[in-house]
T-cell receptor, first 113, second 111 residues
Framework: SAVISQKPSRDICQRGTSLTIQCQVD?????MFWYRQQPGQSLTLIAT?????????ESGFVIDKFPISRPNLTFSTLTVSNMSPEDSSIYLC??????????FGSGTRLTVV | AQTVTQSQPEMSVQEAETVTLSCTYD???????LFWYKQPPSRQMILVIR??????QNATENRFSVNFQKAAKSFSLKISDSQLGDTAMYFC????????FGQGTTLQVKP
């Protein structure tokens, strides 16, 4: 199955700034997924990123706040823009590994102060 | 819309004993995948077990097994011979072309 390298693993950021999270996959994948996990809660899908097209955002998430880049089949970035303390969460990327399987990055723990 | 429900926010079990985590889901689809993921404090999401809906046989992976009741839309996880390393948050997930997660169950294995 695919291996994902996610960076940074954690960061502490000032409110009003932006943070870009990167995911590098060791094989070509069609779709990449970005999730948010608020403290003590489950994973919520932010958006699905296909190479060569605009990301598809889930209800409650907008491109201005969470712009996504997908320049090729092995790489994607998620930016958390104009951060507030409410954005403090774990952010994870994920890819499909074929029929009936998903692999996750190791997550980015973001704290906004 | 597909939904996944885990009604047990927290559970505990003694080491070497057996514990069952519950999950129900709602869908109108006939063929799909269901998963159990484990998330230890390291926050890495680890696939525990996978079930294909068209297979009637319950999936098994070593100490982990599921009770898949398609008509009841139930997908419970049984952990046998619980180990301290099983302490984690467990998520039930439904595959719709993207994963929809339940709320999670925090499992504590006590020595």
């Amino acid at each position: 199955s695919a291996v994902i390298s996610q960076k940074p693993s954690r960061d502490i950021c000032q409110r009003g700034t932006s943070l870009t999270i990167q995911c590098q996959v060791d094989s070509q994948v069609t779709m990449m997924f970005w999730y948010r996990q608020q403290p003590g809660q489950s994973l919520t899908l932010i958006a699905t990123a296909n190479q060569g097209s605009e990301a598809t955002y889930e209800s409650g998430f907008v491109i201005d706040k969470f712009p996504i880049s997908r320049p090729n089949l092995t790489f994607s970035t998620l930016t958390v823009s104009n951060m507030s303390p409410e954005d403090s969460s774990i952010y994870l990327c994920s890819v499909t590994t074929g029929v009936g399987g998903y692999t996750f990055g190791s997550g980015t723990r973001l704290t906004v102060v | 819309a597909q939904t996944v429900t885990q009604s047990q926010p927290e559970m505990s079990v003694q080491e070497a004993e057996t514990v069952t985590l519950s999950c129900t889901y709602d869908t109108s689809e006939s063929n799909y995948y269901l998963f159990w993921y484990k998330q230890p404090p390291s926050r890495q999401m680890i696939l525990v077990i996978r079930q294909e809906a068209y297979k009637q046989q319950n999936a098994t992976e070593n100490r982990f097994s599921v009770n898949f009741q398609k008509a009841a839309k139930s997908f419970s996880l049984k952990i046998s011979d619980s180990q301290l390393g099983d302490t984690a948050m467990y998520f039930c997930a439904f595959d719709t072309g993207k994963l929809i997660f339940g709320q999670g169950t925090t499992l504590q294995v006590k020595p």
